[in-house]
């Protein structure tokens, strides 16, 4: 480069620099170190390079940037705007060259690190750097005089052409290699499995010539009820389809608990789970494959999060360590693996498969999934971080220090052991709300917009009908219970006399709250029962006994934040859950959901491999608090039983008409030991 | 260390230095460098640490050792002695201490990087140092509030006592590592593979508490016809037992060309050849593991050397490109692999594969084998290193510089295509000796010391009989027929009348020589045959033309040595295939048997790591000169059909009366235009 050559400026970098006349772009993009895309390495296949020239005066720049700055379009570039269409003033960077001062942009989606933008407003984006790439490269022929492998002349040809050294090669891959290189004419396009930077690459799939499909990656949240997964594309970032499907293990027991005992007890039966499971994830792999137009040999990564006990069981481990103090991992780091080694035979045979880092014995790959998609670590203000399932996972932490555990809350917050309970579903009660006067509710079902005393409510739910109550439909029923007056502070439902309302009946010793009741038209009657508000309890008090927990660990009082992940999380309402007592008061604002955070954390993982090192770093800087052996766990469980915010517990939230504090039994329950915190 | 502390010197290393009082030899050899044994890390379990103190004055090092030098043997030692015995004068370098100034002998025993001795006496001793070693190791229990796995208490264990780093472990073995740990009360031994130093170590076997049984290394040559392993015992490099069966590939072909025609024409070929050949390796591991009395699961290391076709079979790779030009590889480099990838289920489950590199498509890994054995590139004089098979493969060079290649002798050398021709077993002629007078053979079987002509012979050959003509005993005769007058230099077996004798028979239109005749005992009928002459030139000058190539491409018209190796190569007489000129004349004194060299080298390749790294580097510099596209391979070979020497070439090898040269057929054969040169 001289003075006089031509000065070349990218945006939106600003890498600049002067190249002599003539000089691709691309060519300028790689020595300047612009991430600018590319295949093909140059040779106006691949279009991956595009790129779009500036022209002008540019002032800041100090450059005129004229129609000569850059060669004609030339022939590669018109086939190419024939047969795929370029976007008006668009050029491919490897055959543009460069003739004058030119101000060049490279589009996000031209860029290799491009940006994925994930759908929660909150969340950062998603730089893209996936542990697979594809190449295109040119083998020189085999020459009997100066002999050599045609893999090792493959590998010369990566080197020098992408600068990629040192490419090894699975068995299976070696035996298709020359039969793949004499098809293609010596060029075959690669995919190169590099784990992370500095790592040996590893050749995962060849393709003869140029290959135009996509290659792909699963991010699967393995969870104890359901198996979720995103089908992403490794080259956009774009998912392309999502799916789950039940956890076939259920029929060996519903919770954790019950699966490492049917491990402890049958012999053989970890391995009759680890083979149920892994022949699910085949099936999910391949339906989705199907549902997004994919072929199952593109499928290339996997990245797995799952709690430990999925964890092992996934891995054909034995859990029954897991079931029973201390609680020891057969291996806590994170793994890198041949997806046939998982038994994964719907995808590619080569493809890959990551399993996030456990934090403990208790809290998974799911809990460094939440913390990876989170970042609790690069908070300013302290987060409470809680992932509700069947087994809750609690992160709590700043920039200075995270802590974590897990809490065994059973499965009634997902519907389970709730009378009229069942899975979040159409037909399910999910919105719930009580009329403080009159004491009636009115509600919301899945898959209708509108509320139940709403015009055309029963014509828009007649396909579904009004099936029962789903987990956030339960906690809102409980809240609004409390708040109308209809339940004291110990968790007690008055009966009609004490409330004042025909809807609260006797049954046994106890009385329920009737929420809907369709038998006259031979439907279900659905009613909160005294066994569903204990459940609740239960429920919320292990939750808030751990949230508790890490507080005094971190030695808090209050939280800055609260943040709901999980599928579940989403569709809690935060006042509510802050009325039942769930979650430890905080500003309203300042209670968020995460969505999937878990399954969002698989995804971050699959497209970027430097988060991958992030997350095994961040998980050793995780402290861990055991909940089962700790006992002010159980001083706060027992504390936390009550439901104590006969209001809600912030002004905002708060119902035109504040109601009486009720107690229908004077002899037990209140608000024992909990101690009231509010804020604003 | 202070200069008043005790002076330690070990022997032979000559390594000192000073160490407190009270420090254990072990630690003080661990700090020097010394290398002294221990899989225990100094727990007084293993025994392998043991060493030989000495006393008295040591003037040349300045010390006096006293008794008192080292602490009095203790409890562990003599528990030791009583329960396993320790030799007199021994001590267990992890339990004595050193208390005053101390000579302190390791013996071989001790070494870890001992010496295996070999049993050719030319042959350099292999340095045991093998890719996977035993470690016992102390891991620390789990602690719930400290959560992490046990696979990396467990590797931190390994880094803490061992200063082995960065551990790794297949599933499989993650999966029985728990139990492993609380059966040994959180004392394994691990069996660690590292393949090169500074390579990631991988965890390969894991026993509970101390394991006091061995490891175990195959090292396979596998041939066309046969597969021979040994098997080696890891710890002390000791062969415990050797083996050999037949490949059962033979009947998709006898020779290599037949089984890669085979793989053309038949869809599913090449898979039913590598189903065989695994087979095979599975039933020879599980044979030479029972001979031995070793446990097949102990075996954890195999080398593999065999031609490129056998490589490329072995490895499920289909052969076609090497059936022809330019005669590719699909991969030259070394492999290191999980022995099950080559479907090896008869031994430890994550043993590991390692196949030398191969050298071109003509040229192999076994070539490579034997230059690791035989090492031409470390070498002072030019050496020529034969390996006769069904394809022979040459080596010819020096420090300077080594070139190879391989020549398609076809298996008249290994007695097939030979009229009376058999493969080398008990009955088979082995030695011929024709007397140049009476014309009369006498010869010896293999199984009998006696030759024919001896008494006893009749009766001790009884059992087996006389059977056939194996290919040292084709190349003897054939040799001993043209110094006694009974073939000219064109290789035309003269009739009665030409030769007088009347052994010479007529069959068809041409003569035979009748080397045995039992057939009035109804046994067989033994002869020389003129196409078994025809079949012995064609092979020979396709040896012997391999060799002058090499000579040219060398600029040398003579070589300093000949090593001849190969099974056969050890029961070649030098002085007969001087005689046919199978290889160029040297002094007898220069002609050597390496034995089995490819086996050699596959068996320091499994002892030594280095050696691999060493034959990985040679191999690259070897030059390889083709034959099958070279014309001068054709002139040399159409040159070398004559059997130019009537007497013995040298002076020491002449018989007692020299014969005058015959030429039964004026009209062709002769020397043709082959270039004599003799020395000494």
């Known amino acids: 480069m001289s003075d006089s050559d ?10 600049r620099g002067r190249f002599p006349v003539g000089t691709p772009v691309l060519t300028a993009a790689r020595q300047l170190g612009v991430d600018l895309d590319s295949v093909c390495g140059g040779r ?5 390079c595009q790129v779009s020239p500036s022209f002008g005066e540019f002032p800041k720049h100090g ?15 018109k086939r190419y705007d024939e047969k795929r269409g370029l976007k008006p003033g668009r050029r491919l ?5 460069i003739m004058g001062d030119v101000v060049i942009d490279v589009p996000p989606e031209s860029q290799v690190h491009k940006q994925v933008v994930r759908k929660a407003a909150t969340a950062r984006a998603i730089t893209l750097d996936p542990a697979t790439h594809l190449y295109l490269v040119e083998v020189e022929e085999p020459d009997m005089h100066e002999p050599s492998g045609d893999f090792e002349r493959l590998s010369a040809a990566l080197e020098a052409q992408w600068g990629i050294a040192g490419l090894t090669a699975p068995l299976p891959l070696l035996a298709r290699l020359q039969p793949a290189l004499r098809k293609g004419d010596w060029r075959v396009t690669l995919a190169v499995h590099t784990p992370r930077a500095g790592a040996a690459p590893e050749l995962l799939e060849i393709w003869p010539g140029f290959y135009e499909g996509g290659i792909y990656g699963l991010a699967i949240d393995l969870g104890s009820t359901t198996i979720a997964a995103h089908l992403c594309n490794l080259a956009t970032g774009e998912v392309l389809a999502s799916s789950g499907i039940m ?3 259920i029929r060996f027991g519903e919770d954790l608990m019950s699966r490492v005992s049917y491990a402890m007890m049958n012999p053989g039966g970890a391995a009759e789970m680890t083979a149920a499971v892994r022949a699910a994830l085949n099936d999910l792999a391949q339906g989705i494959a199907e549902e997004a137009g994919v072929a199952p040999d593109a499928i290339v990564e996997t990245t797995f999060v799952c709690n430990p006990v999925m964890h092992h069981l996934l891995l054909g481990i034995d859990p029954v360590e897991l079931g029973q103090a201390p609680f020891a991992l057969a291996t806590s780091g994170a793994l890198n693996l041949p997806a046939a080694a998982l038994g994964l035979s719907a995808i590619n045979p080569a493809a890959h498969a990551y399993i996030l880092p456990c934090i403990a014995g208790h809290v998974g790959a799911d809990a460094a999934a939440v913390a990876l998609s989170e970042e609790p670590h690069k908070s300013d203000d302290l987060v409470l971080i809680v992932d509700v399932g069947t087994n809750a996972e609690l992160l709590l932490g700043n920039r200075a220090r995270v802590l974590a555990c897990s809490s065994p809350t059973g499965p009634a917050f997902e519907g389970a052991q709730i009378s009229a309970g069942q899975r979040a579903a159409p037909g399910a009660i999910e919105r719930v709300e009580i009329d403080p006067a009159t004491k009636a509710p009115r509600f919301r079902v899945i ?12 014509a828009a739910t007649a396909a579904t009908g009004i099936t029962g109550i789903c987990g956030s439909g339960i906690i809102e029923a409980v809240a609004e219970m409390r708040m109308a007056g209809l339940l004291d502070a110990s968790g007690l439902i008055g009966s009609a006399e004490q409330t004042g309302s025909a809807r609260c009946f006797p049954e046994g010793r106890t009385h329920s709250y009737l929420l809907h009741d369709a038998s006259a038209e031979g439907g279900p009657r659905i009613a909160v029962t005294q066994g569903d508000i204990r459940a609740i309890q239960l429920a919320k008090s292990a939750l808030y006994a751990g949230a508790r927990l890490l507080m005094d660990e971190m030695g808090v009082d209050t939280v800055d934040r609260v943040v709901l992940a999980g599928a579940f999380g989403a569709h809690i309402s935060p006042k509510h859950a802050m009325v039942l007592g769930m979650i430890p008061d905080a500003p309203l604002d300042k209670v968020t959901s995460a969505g999937n955070a878990a399954g ?20 050793r800087r995780i402290t861990k608090v055991e909940t089962a052996v700790e006992p002010r766990f159980q001083e706060h469980f027992v504390a936390a039983n009550a439901i104590p915010h006969a209001t809600a517990p912030f002004p905002e939230l708060a119902k035109t008409t504040p109601l009486p504090q009720v107690n229908f039994n004077t002899g037990g329950g209140g608000e024992g030991g909990r101690r009231r915190r509010r804020r604003g």
């Open 93 to 97: 960077g490897c055959q543009a060259q």
């Open 447 to 458: 898959g209708c917009e509108l509320w139940s005393d709403e015009d055309g409510f029963d």
């Open 6 to 15: 031509p000065l070349v400026i990218f945006t939106p970098s600003g890498k």
């Open 600 to 619: 969002t954390g698989a995804r971050i993982a699959l497209c970027n491999r430097a988060a991958r090192a992030e997350i095994e770093q961040v998980v």
């Open 44 to 48: 106006g296949i691949c279009s991956k």
């Open 247 to 249: 956890n076939p293990q």
């Open 63 to 77: 450059v005129t940037v004229t129609g000569d700055s850059l060669s004609p379009f030339n022939a590669v570039e």
